[in-house]
C-alpha cells in the first residue's frame, strides 16, 4: 500500500515537470508506434534465434536452416520481417544473398529484454 502512494506521488511530480526535468527514459508519443512495431518485429522467438545466429556476420539463407534446423520458408518468412522491420540488411555477392545484423544494439535490446523477463518471472508468485 505504501509502495503504490510512493509511485502515485512520483507519477505526479513527473507531471509537474518541465519536459527538460522529465526522465529522459521517457519517450515522445510519435516514436511510440515505432517501438511497438519493433517490439512486434522481435516477438518471435525464431527470429531472435535468427538475430543472434546472423549476429556473428552474414549468413545466407541456406545457413540459417541448417544452423536453427528450420524451413527454408519459415526462415524466408521470417527474414523478410526482419528486412521489412530494418532489423536485417540484404547484400546479394553473385548468385548468393547474405543477411547481416543491421545494428548491433538490438542484441543490447534482446539482452535488457531478457533480464527483465528473467526478473518478472521470478518475482512471480503464481501462474
Do not use: W
Not at 526462415?75 to 543477411?99: A, D, M, N, W
Amino acid at each position: 500500500m505504501l509502495e503504490r502512494r510512493i509511485i502515485e506521488q512520483e507519477k505526479i511530480k513527473m507531471n509537474t515537470l518541465q519536459p527538460s526535468q522529465k526522465d529522459k527514459r521517457i519517450l515522445r508519443d510519435e516514436s511510440l508506434p515505432s517501438v511497438a512495431f519493433l517490439a512486434k518485429s522481435l516477438s518471435d522467438g525464431n527470429r531472435l534465434r535468427i538475430l543472434q545466429f546472423i549476429s556473428g556476420g552474414k549468413k545466407s539463407v541456406s545457413a540459417i536452416v541448417e544452423e536453427l534446423e528450420l524451413s527454408q520458408p519459415l526462415v524466408s518468412h521470417h527474414l523478410k520481417e526482419l528486412k521489412r522491420s530494418l532489423l536485417v540488411t540484404v547484400k546479394r555477392e553473385g548468385p548468393f544473398i547474405y543477411y547481416e545484423l543491421a545494428d548491433s544494439r538490438v542484441l543490447d535490446v534482446m539482452h535488457t529484454l531478457s533480464e527483465v523477463a528473467t526478473d518478472l518471472l521470478s518475482a512471480r508468485k503464481t501462474f
